[in-house]
């Protein structure tokens, strides 16, 4: 569907719900919060964390995080990276290509209007986009209790069966001030365009226009959109990088791939960490030295000791049903 390429004015410039809990760990207790014993083999002795999830399990949406996110991530930076090469390629003129000056407000002389055509015959030349000009007056869109942008809108899908095309409007009151002339304009551009009218093309054109209407001791409408084309369609095909993005998509797509590889590198760490972790809400609990290795185990958790797998003596060895 088309879409606006910009417009401005004489006034003016151109143009809940809430989340569930998160999963956490601390070193004392919080609401929730139920307790986790770990060993650590290098001190072999336990340490106690409190979680309000099962710290032995891994979440699954890290998994799904790094299996679905990150090859998305890979192709959006791919496709900005695209973007940034600008190669622009005339389009082909199979659709009806007659250029359009439609003057209802009946702003133009017959000789200015033969000027306008020459200078829009010289952008489809170019490029394969066919424009058009219309003038209307305010009354004629905001008695229908529209905007310039939707009553353009409105008009290139009633004039135009294409998206080739590229509608420039250009409005003001019936009855205008002497002394003020409250004119607007907007473009209204068709999708297969886009290749060539691109925001940061579209913007010198759309600069110069605003510009030369805001000179009319110097410029008619029809010799200020006429100038706008002149200046714009020599060019329109020029091809550019914009290094901005080239620069700016990659460092945001490695920023956030990396903070993903991060968390589920660090979701691994703690998954190894706690193991061998065992739930532990007693009150009271009952360290053990083993006899064999020295490493101190929390009694009735195990049948093995935890750090070297000796027996654990009957006394202190978890109950088997």
């Known amino acids: 569907m088309p879409h606006s390429s910009g417009g401005g004015s ?14 956490r760990t601390s070193r004392t207790y919080f609401t929730g919060a139920h307790r986790y014993i770990y060993y650590n083999r290098v001190t072999r002795t336990p340490e106690t964390t409190y979680a309000n999830y099962d710290v032995r399990q891994s979440s699954p949406h890290l998994i799904i995080l790094s299996i679905i996110y990150i090859p998305m991530i890979i192709v959006a930076c791919l496709g900005g990276c695209i973007s940034a ?14 250029i359009v000056i439609q003057d209802d407000a009946d702003l133009m002389t017959d000789e200015e209007e033969e000027e306008l055509m020459e200078s829009l015959e010289a952008f489809q030349k170019e490029t394969g986009i066919t424009p058009a000009v219309f003038t209307t007056h305010h009354e004629d869109w905001k008695k229908k209790n529209k905007t310039l942008e939707k009553y353009a809108y409105n008009l290139y899908v009633s004039e135009f069966k294409d998206e ?18 409250d004119w607007r304009w907007e473009g209204m551009q068709g999708d297969r365009t886009d290749s060539i009218l691109t925001e940061k093309v579209t913007k010198t054109f759309n600069k110069r226009l605003q510009n030369n209407l805001l000179k009319p001791d110097k410029y008619t409408v029809a010799e200020a ?4 084309f002149d200046r714009f369609t020599p060019h329109v095909m020029d091809s550019y990088i914009q290094w901005g993005m080239l620069i700016v998509v990659p460092a945001f797509c490695i920023g956030v791939t990396g903070v ?3 968390v ?12 061998n972790a065992i739930l532990c809400d007693e009150e009271v609990i009952n360290q053990v030295n083993c006899q064999y290795c020295g490493g101190v185990y ?24």
């Open 10 to 23: 004489h006034g003016g410039g151109f143009h809940g719900g809430h989340g569930g809990s998160s999963r």
């Open 85 to 98: 090469f600008h190669y622009p390629s005339k389009i082909k003129m199979n659709y009806d290509t007659k």
């Open 164 to 181: 080739k095309h590229w509608l420039i409007v250009y409005s003001e009151p019936e009855h205008p001030d002497e002394d003020y002339v």
């Open 225 to 228: 959109i006429g100038d706008a």
């Open 260 to 262: 993903i590889i991060f």
């Open 264 to 275: 589920v590198i660090n979701d691994s760490k703690q998954r190894k960490k706690y193991s």
């Open 298 to 321: 929390i009694a009735g958790h195990h049948t093995n000791c935890p750090y070297c797998q000796a027996q654990v003596p009957f006394e202190y060895a978890k109950a088997v049903n």
